[in-house]
């Protein structure tokens, strides 16, 4: 799998304009799940910086009751805080983690910035331990700075 080769599919689905911002990250998340084996749930959470909570957007993958995050909770939470990157090898080695499922075993999460501001992030849970590379993190920036446009 070569993500290069995703990039122009990723930049056609949100640029489709006969569907709404939501259903174009839907899409977008669905084709991530599809296209990259070990991305077994892909969602965006976005910020409520008044309230500095995040909240759950769209998504593909098991369920969630995590539809609300307290800034500074979780990977998600630091996340919002750092406004950098995070990668999880093992959540089981990882102390300030929210279990979502036992299946999942590590995570990555991806700030998305609109004009400088931590607006959300892109998150992805993996069945596997340690799958997450230099690659998928470059690979999910561009991702963002694409997703970026429709705001």
Known sequence: MNFD????????????NDLNRDDKLKNL????????????????YFANHEARTLH????????????VIPFGKGICGQVAESNSNFVVPDVSAQDN?????F?????I?????????NIGQIDIDSHVIDPFT???ECFLEYVNQEVAKLF
Do not use: M
Not at 29 to 44: A, I, K, P, R, T
């Open 56 to 67: 759950l957007g769209p998504y593909v993958g098991a369920e969630t009751d995590h539809t």
């Open 5 to 16: 080769e995703l990039k122009p599919k990723v930049a056609e689905l949100l640029s489709q």
């Open 97 to 101: 983690y929210i279990a979502c499922s």
């Open 134 to 136: 230099e690659k998928d």
């Open 109 to 117: 999460v991806v700030p998305l910035f609109v004009n400088g501001v």
């Open 29 to 44: 998340c669905q084709f991530l799940s599809d296209s990259v084996s070990y991305y077994n749930w892909v969602g965006f």
């Open 103 to 107: 299946t999942v075993k590590s995570e």
